[in-house]
């Protein structure tokens, strides 16, 4: 955590003296805003080619450009108001929150938590037990090895009897061809494409271990001074991304060209696939697409302060709010 303070801190250190970047009108009248991505474009991201394409954002009155985080990530863009959105994590905007850093999740963009640790069949690691012995590949946060300890407890597993290496910029398939044994993927995409590889995985969700693991990843997020000084923005944007969301669930082939079209160098059955399987897992058992529970908030955030991976006090109805969803007609 205190790596990724500093690297919050210093880009807002850059922008002291900076103002909020205002929102502005383009020569057709539609207030120009950005959204920055947390990684390279894929079907979390659907939802915002759809509203681009679809002119959704524009019946919004928005003009949006859609932009690559580069070396400065979503987070820190957005909380620095040098973009007005972003997608983000609540584990970050989590950890941003007790720094007092003001980001805020404004729509769960996947309503439960797809993610989980993989392995390649042959390694034969079906249960938290089998990663004894074994050698993980992550990025080497904090926040990992308190997860595969929480999910080794609950199969009275050592983690000390875990090798754990930070494997950089690998992916998935080099490092299982490399001395790894499981990575942390997000089934909609990895998992996806090792389905087309036809390689087979063993999968351990999250979920599976522990509720308090049940957290949003990834959402919308902006930020307090966005809220307070523009909330027909706030509430536009998310307008927007709400119905492009809402037709990649129920047109998923359709949403699936858009996003090739906006992003060609990606593999076309890879994205068809992985939207077909996402289409019923954005909303999922919500009454809307976008929808957040302060209990999922407060849950996350008990099992991170108990994990010593969180240090501060933590107001959960102050990272969140759905108060931008459109209001769903009552029958």
Same mark, same amino acid.
């Given at each position: 955590?205190?790596?990724?303070?500093?690297?919050?801190?210093? @880009?807002?250190?850059?922008?002291?003296?900076?103002?909020?970047?205002?929102?502005?009108?383009?020569?057709?009248?539609?207030?120009?805003?950005?959204?920055?991505?947390?990684?390279?474009?894929?079907?979390?991201?659907?939802?915002? %080619?759809?509203?681009?394409?679809?002119?959704?954002?524009?019946?919004?009155?928005?003009?949006?450009?859609?932009?690559?985080?580069?070396?400065?990530?979503?987070?820190?863009?957005?909380?620095?108001?040098?973009?007005?959105?972003?997608?983000? %994590?609540?584990?970050?905007?989590?950890?941003?929150?007790?720094?007092?850093?003001?980001?805020?999740?404004?729509?769960? /963009?996947?309503?439960?938590?797809?993610?989980?640790?993989?392995?390649?069949?042959?390694?034969?690691?079906?249960?938290?037990?089998?990663?004894?012995?074994?050698?993980?590949?992550?990025?080497?946060?904090?926040?990992?090895?308190?997860?595969?300890?929480?999910?080794?407890?609950?199969?009275?597993?050592?983690?000390?009897?875990?090798? /754990?290496?930070?494997?950089?910029?690998?992916?998935?398939?080099?490092?299982?061809?490399?001395? /790894?044994?499981?990575?942390?993927?997000?089934?909609?995409?990895?998992?996806?494409?090792?389905?087309?590889?036809?390689?087979?995985?063993?999968?351990?969700?999250?979920?599976?271990?522990?509720?308090?693991?049940?957290?949003?990843?990834?959402?919308?997020?902006?930020?307090?001074?966005?809220?307070?000084?523009?909330?027909?923005?706030?509430?536009?944007?998310?307008? @927007?991304?709400?119905?492009?969301?809402?037709?990649?669930?129920?047109?998923?082939?359709?949403?699936?060209? /858009?996003?090739?079209? @906006?992003?060609?160098?990606?593999?076309?059955?890879?994205?068809?696939?992985?939207?077909?399987?996402?289409?019923?897992?954005?909303?999922?058992?919500?009454?809307?697409?976008?929808?957040?529970?302060?209990?999922?908030?407060?849950?996350?955030?008990?099992?991170?302060?108990?994990?010593?991976?969180?240090?501060?006090?933590?107001?959960?109805?102050?990272?969140?709010?759905?108060?931008?969803?459109?209001?769903?007609?009552?029958?």
């Amino acid at each position: 955590m205190k790596k990724w303070l500093f690297i919050l801190m210093a @880009a807002l250190l850059t922008l002291v003296g900076c103002s909020e970047k205002e929102a502005k009108k383009d020569a057709k009248g539609l207030t120009k805003v950005s959204v920055v991505l947390d990684w390279t474009p894929n079907t979390n991201h659907t939802g915002l %080619y759809v509203a681009e394409k679809l002119g959704y954002f524009k019946e919004q009155g928005l003009d949006v450009d859609i932009l690559l985080p580069g070396e400065t990530g979503a987070d820190q863009l957005v909380a620095s108001g040098k973009a007005q959105f972003g997608v983000s %994590y609540q584990e970050g905007i989590t950890q941003a929150r007790v720094q007092d850093v003001p980001l805020v999740s404004i729509a769960a /963009i996947i309503q439960h938590n797809t993610s989980g640790f993989a392995s390649t069949a042959s390694k034969g690691i079906t249960s938290p037990k089998d990663f004894e012995g074994k050698t993980y590949g992550g990025w080497g946060a904090p926040l990992e090895k308190a997860v595969l300890q929480s999910l080794m407890q609950t199969k009275n597993a050592d983690i000390n009897k875990l090798d /754990i290496v930070n494997a950089g910029d690998l992916d998935f398939f080099t490092m299982m061809k490399k001395d /790894i044994d499981f990575a942390w993927i997000y089934y909609a995409w990895t998992g996806i494409e090792a389905e087309l590889r036809g390689e087979k995985l063993n999968m351990l969700y999250l979920t599976d271990y522990s509720d308090q693991l049940d957290y949003y990843t990834p959402v919308l997020a902006t930020n307090e001074k966005m809220i307070k000084d523009d909330p027909e923005t706030v509430k536009a944007f998310v307008a @927007a991304a709400s119905k492009g969301y809402e037709y990649a669930i129920n047109h998923p082939k359709e949403a699936a060209d /858009i996003l090739l079209e @906006a992003v060609p160098d990606l593999d076309k059955n890879l994205v068809h696939k992985s939207q077909e399987w996402l289409a019923d897992k954005y909303q999922d058992d919500a009454a809307q697409w976008g929808e957040q529970k302060l209990s999922v908030w407060e849950n996350y955030a008990k099992w991170m302060a108990n994990n010593k991976v969180l240090e501060g006090e933590f107001n959960a109805k102050q990272a969140f709010t759905n108060d931008f969803l459109p209001k769903k007609e009552t029958k």
